[in-house]
């Protein structure tokens, strides 16, 4: 997601440096046996509306555009939510000090698809990707993936064959949000246009 600069994104995170966490510094989980990631969150919708529905979950929001962050973290403020820690930077970056088996539920939410063939090893679900997030995600631990872009899906049901996951749940559409689940901005705009989104579940064995 690219947005224009802000004057004022940069101002908020120094002022609240005590929310976030940077990749050049390392990553100290909060209450870790209620640890839920979600891996580039974009404006924050999705974390915000999932951190007020479970206030005895601690959220983790990844995202590296700084403009973008700064939208994210203006909403948790606003939301005064205690349980929801920021990460500006590069997930491949943060996974080096992230502890084995550290989160309960990591969430993929429109993750960039990277069409072109030769870019597909930069999806969060490539091997490399999914090697990092299968080693951070607890046992019995759940990956949740939602996008628009049916070729990511099923790039990523296809890695997933190769690592330890039993498939949950593959809803190809997934027509309507089922409870407790959040909508994020993309896919707001994109059911308000009637287009697709699909979803899966994934439990790590």
Request: aromatic share 12%; glycine share 4%; proline share 5%.
């Amino acid at each position: 997601m690219r947005l224009k600069n802000k004057p004022w994104a940069k101002p908020l995170i120094a002022e609240n440096a005590s929310r976030i966490t940077q990749d050049d510094h390392p990553f100290v989980v909060q209450h870790a046996s209620h640890a839920h990631l979600e891996i580039g969150m974009g404006k924050g919708d999705f974390i915000v509306g999932k951190a007020a529905l479970n206030p005895h979950i601690y959220f983790y929001g990844i995202e590296r555009a700084t403009t973008v962050f700064a939208f994210a973290l203006k909403k948790v403020l606003e939301h005064e939510l205690p349980n929801v820690h920021l990460l500006l930077g590069d997930f491949a970056k943060f996974s080096l000090t992230m502890a084995a088996e550290t989160f309960q539920t990591i969430y993929l939410n429109f993750s960039d698809p990277w069409p072109k063939l030769r870019h597909h090893k930069r999806r969060l679900t490539a091997i490399g990707n999914l090697e990092k997030i299968t080693r951070i995600l607890q046992a019995s631990g759940v990956l949740i993936m939602k996008t628009d872009n049916h070729d990511l899906f099923a790039f990523t049901l296809k890695n997933l064959a190769l690592f330890p996951y039993d498939i949950i749940s593959v809803q190809e559409p997934y027509d309507s949000l089922e409870d407790g689940d959040v909508a994020t901005e993309y896919e707001r705009y994109f059911r308000d246009r009637g287009e697709p989104i699909y979803r899966l579940i994934a439990k790590k064995r």
